[in-house]
Structure formats: structure tokens, C-alpha cells
């Protein structure tokens, strides 16, 4: 099967979603295309996705532990949070697992497609201060975060945690939030306090943060040992999932069918638009296709939103003549990473960012 | 097949999702089942469903027409409405399709399981006087709502509109909304003005509304005489589909496994409690069964959260026995009207107001 062989549509070539997926995908969700017109995705457009059950959190006790191996462990109220000093950013989130669902044979877990991003300014203050004051070890080797949400995963019952190394958690951009575009964390989205790591997947990002552990031992916890690897085996050892792949997206044109999302246009010039980012840096060019990828233009690329979120592009497509079309967009970020064009495999479904494909037919005028 | 016989978890008993409703599971989104917990449903939380895209909105040049059969007709912009007598309403609203991905066979749409519910407190002002400064003619019949949302079902391009009958549109809680929850309407819930139509399903309440219409003949239109109508088979005409059926749902308790959301419980006394609801009226009892449905007893029912909006309820369950149980909660409102033990079908999927299942272990101390 070549390159261009596969089906069309974005989505899973396999219809045999089973029912635990569909409870995920019920529960979770993703950000309607449409709201890549905005900056800053708005309040329950930002993706979300929950391993366990969004935690009933008292404000009024809660506490968050800095601990581990540091000279002078802190426990810290929301109050004295919030007398430190104030930092906020706008960043992309994107989940590792956007993209899952395209895959074939599909690994089983929550089925995205293309629509698990956003892009939120969050508020808070920054990480390292509190480390440094806590006053690091000098054997301190990565930092483990601890939510407060609790399950079962993989035969384990756990707190949602994970780990990260010392150098990603000391990068002055990580941030302890309380805000989401200017109003307090939304339940879901951690309230009232939880952590924001640019660039890298949102796994990383543990909502409802209780505690943060120095760790001089790499941790070997399921999150980060078991979960979140690239693995093509089950027993492999695998690679950890860090940052963010490269991705554009495009808003859908036109209007669309209910059911099956295809759209439809009257001829004329098209502005198409959209939003390109990597966790690797900023994007130096999105290219669209109305070919399904045979051919390719340069799109025009904004600044970004932030220096840790995306940009908007935009393309002038002569949609004059009636037909059926498949556009796509790709990135390329400045470390040269380019999109592929269809879905890479791997045993978790995670990064695999393969250029969104979505079918317009242009009517008769 | 036996009423007791029926697959115990709450899903489908197929496991056959068409990519087309995978689409549309991950741009709308359920109500996660821990939120129960709140009186009012907090932003994001609520859930959504969208026919086609959510328009883009420009606050300054929006206006609604009134029209149709009426003396005087009017244009209003948003500072012409907020000007009006202000009026807000907890309401509870879920979706007409809620529990359709129960149904063997499943009507192929939005695959709702039981999650498609909120509450909010909506902030507007009545639709009553409007009309009636309008002028209703003596022949006035119906009155038919537009969104700004356009798109394809069935063949048909169209916006979004559903007709009510004008005693329905009459009633004094029905409102032009501009404000959820204390804040402005979110973009994906109808920024900047919508309708709201206690009691009846949330199809009613069309978002974006541009345009009111008084008719003095039967709408024709998709909405009302293809969508949302009880069939059987393609062919009949079917009743509309009009007023919320009542149910029942808990917080699911204990902690969930990520992917099949089971539950598992340490053996003790445990405190279930969710909400109950009904279009025709309040609710009169909600019972629990710790056994699948076969012995119930009577749960504490709270006062409505408004007149109209969903009651609390609560059961203390002595979970002291590990083991594995089957939880269900079923309402019954003061018309008389209980929610069935299993799913009964029709072509659409509409009402499928079953009672919730939830598989909990409860584990050895």
C-alpha cells in the first residue's frame, strides 16, 4: 500500500471501537477544529482528558508538599502560593495520545483523532524558585509529581503521578497554576492548583498537585515505566514520551455534514486557517495540499500566540472550481521535524502526528 | 432474554462505533459522573452537543429578529435585550439522545451512555414579553427558533431550528440566555445569545438564536418532522420527541480502573448520591438496588435545586460485605413516570432514560 493508498478520511480505517472506549471518549474530550480560530482555546473548548475521576478539592485545606531530597522541606497553603510571584504564559497543550484512533491495528485507550490541544494562559508562579528555596541535593536527579486523583491502571492502584527529569522541571517556563485564561482552574483542569510543563505532552502537566518529591533514583512508577513509552512490543523497554511532536491543523471549511463531518463549500477563494506548533520550538513553515499531499504551497505563518504556544497560519485556496477535494496542512519546526504524512504505529498510540486529511466537496455556484 | 439478563455494564452490548460517531464522541461531550456533585454544573462540565460548527460570533453587530405572525415586528441588538427585566434559572437540560448508545441495535448518531446532562443557571431575560409586545396575531400556532449554525442532515442544507408549540413557547421560564453560570455564554454553548426551554429536551434550545418566527401553520422543517420523533420503522410519522423522561444517576463510588471505569471500594459504609430529574414535574422518589435491580430500598431526596432543576439524592449503602455488585438508581416523578429497568428502543435513540448500572468490587479490607 503506498503512501497515498490509505483511506481518506481522518479518521480509523477499523469501525470496532469497543465500549470502554466509547466511556472514555464520553467522558473526555476534544476541541471542536473550529476553536483553533481563537488565540487562547476558552474555557471548556480546551481538550481534557482524566486518567481517574475529577477529585472533590477543599481549597480551604489544601496543601501542596515539596519534599524529597532537599534541605528544607516546604509545605505550602494556597494562600502562600499565592504570595509568590505571580507568572503567567499562554501554552499549547496537546495530549501524547492525539492521533490514537488513526492508527490500525488502534491501540485501546481513549480513541482521539486529531482534537486533543488547546491553548490556555495559565496562572500561577513559577516552579524553580520553590525548588531552589527548598534548596536542592546535589544527588537530586529528577521530580516526581503527585495528584490527588486515584485509580487502578494496568493491575496498579496509584496516584496519578509522574516524573520528570531534574533539568525539565528546573526550565523557568514550568508553572504552578491556580488560573486558566484569567478565572480560577476549572474543576477538571486541576483546581485548585496543578502543574503546567511547556512543550511537553500534557501527561506531565499533574492536575490537582499535592506533592512534589526530589527524587536521586530514577522513578519506576507506571506512568512513567509502563505507560507513555514508544514501545512496537509489549515487552520491550522502549523510549519515554517528552515533548510535543510537530502538528498544524486547519478549521474545517464551509459547513459540514452532521454525521459523517464531511464539508461543504461554495466556490470562490477559501481563506483557510489554522494553528501549527512543536514542543521542540517554533515552527518555521506549514504547507497546505488540496490534493491529499501530492502537491504542496506555503501557507503564511503568524507569529505566536507565546513563545510556548502556537502559531496561526493561514492560505488563500482558489476553491473556484466544483469538485471534491482533500486538504491537508503540515508543519515543520525549526529543529527541521517535519509531519509525516500518514500515521507512524507504535503499541501506545502516542505522538503520532500525521497530517490531518479533511474532505470538502465545492458545489455548483 | 430475561429484564435481568441483559450485558450488566452500561454500554453497548456491540462493540461496533462507525468512525462517524467516534467523530462526533470526540467534538461533543458528556457531564463526567463526579460532577453530580455539584448543584450547578461548572463550566466545561456540562455537556454539549453541537449539530454542525459553532459559529463565529461579533457581539456588536448581533440582532434578533422577532416576526412571522405578529403586529409589530422587532429588531434588537444585545444592548436593546440586556436592557430588558433580567431573569436567571437554575435549569437542569440533557440531551434527547442520552442513553442511545445502550440500544441493540444502536441508532447510529451521537453515541451518548448516560452522561449528557448539566445544570446551570442561565442569566437573560423572559421570552414571554417580547412576544407579547410583539403582537401575537389570533392565528399564531408555533414559534420557530434559528441558530447562526448552518449545515447538512439528511440531505438538506439548513440552519439550526425547531419549531415549539406557542403555549410551550409561552411558558414563563423560557428565556433568551446571554450568561451561564454567572459569566458570559461560552462560544460552544451559544455565545452570544441562546434559548433556554426548561423541561423539554435541549434540542428546544437552540444556541446562536437570530431569529424567532411566530408561525400560524405546522413547522415542516427537518428538526421537527424527520429529527427527533418516536419510530419505529423509517416510514412513520412518529410522535415528537418533547419533554426530559425521568432519571436517575449516581457518582459512581470508590475509584475507577482508567479503562473499563469499573469501581473498587473499600468494604465500609458509603455514602451514594447523585441527582435525579424529570421534564413533567419534580421528582417523587428515587430508589437504589445494590443487586442489579432486583430488591430496591428509598433514597433521601433533597429539594430541587430550582423548580426547574434536579434534586439531590443520597443512600447510605453498608458496602461492609467485599464482593462484586451491581448498583442502579431509578426515579420516579410526581407523575407517576419510572424509569424502565432496560433500555426500550426506538429508531432514533431518543429517551432512552434506562436506569444507570455501575459494576463496583468491593475489596477485602
Given at each position: 500500500?503506498?503512501?497515498?493508498?490509505?483511506?481518506?478520511?481522518?479518521?480509523?480505517?477499523?469501525?470496532?471501537?469497543?465500549?470502554?472506549?466509547?466511556?472514555?471518549?464520553?467522558?473526555?474530550?476534544?476541541?471542536?477544529?473550529?476553536?483553533?480560530?481563537?488565540?487562547?482555546?476558552?474555557?471548556?473548548?480546551?481538550?481534557?482528558?482524566?486518567?481517574?475521576?475529577?477529585?472533590?478539592?477543599?481549597?480551604?485545606?489544601?496543601?501542596?508538599?515539596?519534599?524529597g531530597a532537599v534541605d528544607r522541606p516546604l509545605t505550602l497553603d494556597l494562600h502562600a502560593l499565592q504570595s509568590c510571584r505571580e507568572f503567567s504564559l499562554p501554552v499549547t497543550m496537546e495530549c501524547a495520545g492525539n492521533g490514537r484512533a488513526r492508527l490500525h491495528p488502534r491501540p485501546?485507550?481513549?480513541?482521539?483523532?486529531?482534537?486533543?490541544?488547546?491553548?490556555?494562559?495559565?496562572?500561577?508562579?513559577?516552579?524553580?524558585?520553590?525548588?531552589?528555596?527548598?534548596?536542592?541535593?546535589?544527588?537530586?536527579?529528577?521530580?516526581?509529581?503527585t495528584g490527588a486523583d486515584r485509580g487502578l491502571e494496568g493491575g496498579e492502584e496509584q496516584d496519578y503521578e509522574r516524573s520528570l527529569p531534574l533539568a525539565a522541571a528546573l526550565d523557568e517556563d514550568v508553572l504552578l497554576a491556580w488560573g486558566m485564561n484569567g478565572a480560577p482552574l476549572p474543576p477538571q483542569h486541576g483546581y485548585p492548583l496543578r502543574l503546567i510543563v511547556p512543550g511537553w505532552y500534557g501527561m506531565c502537566s499533574v492536575k490537582w498537585l499535592r506533592r512534589v518529591t526530589v527524587l536521586t533514583a530514577p522513578y519506576r512508577g507506571y506512568q512513567n515505566e509502563r505507560a507513555y513509552r514508544y514501545r512496537q512490543e509489549r515487552e520491550e523497554e522502549g523510549e519515554p514520551v517528552t515533548r510535543i511532536a510537530p502538528r498544524a491543523l486547519m478549521v474545517p471549511?464551509?459547513?459540514?455534514?452532521?454525521?459523517?463531518?464531511?464539508?461543504?463549500?461554495?466556490?470562490?477563494?477559501?481563506?483557510?486557517?489554522?494553528?501549527?506548533?512543536?514542543?521542540?520550538?517554533?515552527?518555521?513553515?506549514?504547507?497546505?495540499?488540496?490534493?491529499?499531499?501530492?502537491?504542496?504551497?506555503?501557507?503564511?505563518?503568524?507569529?505566536?500566540?507565546?513563545?510556548?504556544?502556537?502559531?496561526?497560519?493561514?492560505?488563500?485556496?482558489?476553491?473556484?472550481?466544483?469538485?471534491?477535494?482533500?486538504?491537508c496542512c503540515r508543519a515543520t519546526d525549526v529543529t527541521g521535524e517535519v509531519q509525516p504524512l500518514h500515521p507512524v504505529w507504535n503499541l501506545g498510540g502516542y505522538a503520532v502526528n500525521a497530517v490531518q486529511r479533511v474532505l470538502v466537496t465545492v458545489t455548483a455556484a
Open positions: 500500500m503506498s503512501e497515498l493508498d490509505t483511506p481518506p478520511v481522518g479518521t480509523s480505517a477499523s469501525a470496532d471501537l469497543t465500549p470502554e472506549e466509547l466511556q472514555l471518549a464520553a467522558r473526555n474530550h476534544g476541541m471542536p477544529l473550529e476553536a483553533l480560530r481563537y488565540d487562547l482555546t476558552p474555557a471548556g473548548l480546551h481538550y481534557l482528558l482524566v486518567h481517574y475521576d475529577i477529585p472533590e478539592a477543599a481549597p480551604d485545606t489544601w496543601h501542596l508538599e515539596i519534599g485501546v485507550s481513549q480513541p482521539w483523532l486529531f482534537e486533543a490541544v488547546g491553548t490556555a494562559r495559565w496562572h500561577g508562579t513559577r516552579l524553580r524558585p520553590l525548588l531552589e528555596s527548598a534548596g536542592l541535593r546535589s544527588d537530586a536527579l529528577e521530580v516526581l509529581f471549511p464551509g459547513i459540514p455534514e452532521f454525521m459523517t463531518r464531511n464539508r461543504f463549500l461554495r466556490p470562490g477563494e477559501c481563506l483557510l486557517e489554522g494553528r501549527a506548533w512543536s514542543g521542540h520550538g517554533a515552527i518555521a513553515r506549514v504547507e497546505v495540499s488540496d490534493n491529499g499531499g501530492r502537491d504542496w504551497s506555503e501557507a503564511a505563518l503568524d507569529a505566536p500566540v507565546g513563545s510556548r504556544a502556537w502559531h496561526r497560519w493561514s492560505y488563500r485556496w482558489d476553491a473556484r472550481r466544483p469538485g471534491d477535494y482533500e486538504l
